[in-house]
């Protein structure tokens, strides 16, 4: 089993930036690919950005250019960096983890899931 542990939501103004982390530990040896997905109330939850062991990432179009994504394969870590922040970026953000490095953009890809971390931008 891995379990993932996300930290660094929060509050912030529209045009401001949010790091968020995601620890894996556990079986951190079958994990391949990681990735961000988000849920609004009331919303689907949907990709954010997704990053491969072999490089490959998978963006949302409504993050491509704002947001950013890396990983540490050596501390398990993995890294969304989120710049020009806007009101509908708010929602609650999910660290995700697949035994697989491909299809990374499909929700049932992932094996392991974080308890999610709350995003919130005001205008």
């Known amino acids: 089993q891995v379990q993932l542990v996300e930290s660094g939501g929060g509050l912030v103004q529209a045009g401001g930036s949010l790091r968020l982390s995601c620890a894996a530990s556990g079986q951190t040896f079958s994990i391949y690919g990681m990735g961000w997905f988000r849920q609004a109330p009331g919303k689907e939850r949907e990709l954010v950005l997704a990053?491969?062991?072999?490089?490959?990432?998978y963006y949302a179009d409504s993050v491509k250019g704002r947001f950013t994504i890396s990983r540490d394969n050596a501390k398990n870590t993995a890294t969304l960096q989120m710049n020009s922040l806007k009101p509908e970026d708010t929602a609650a953000y999910y660290c995700a983890a697949a035994r697989k490095d491909s299809a990374l953009h499909l929700i049932t890809t992932y094996d392991y899931w974080g308890q999610g971390t709350q995003v919130t931008v005001s205008s």
């Open positions: 990053l491969s062991r072999g490089g490959t990432r």
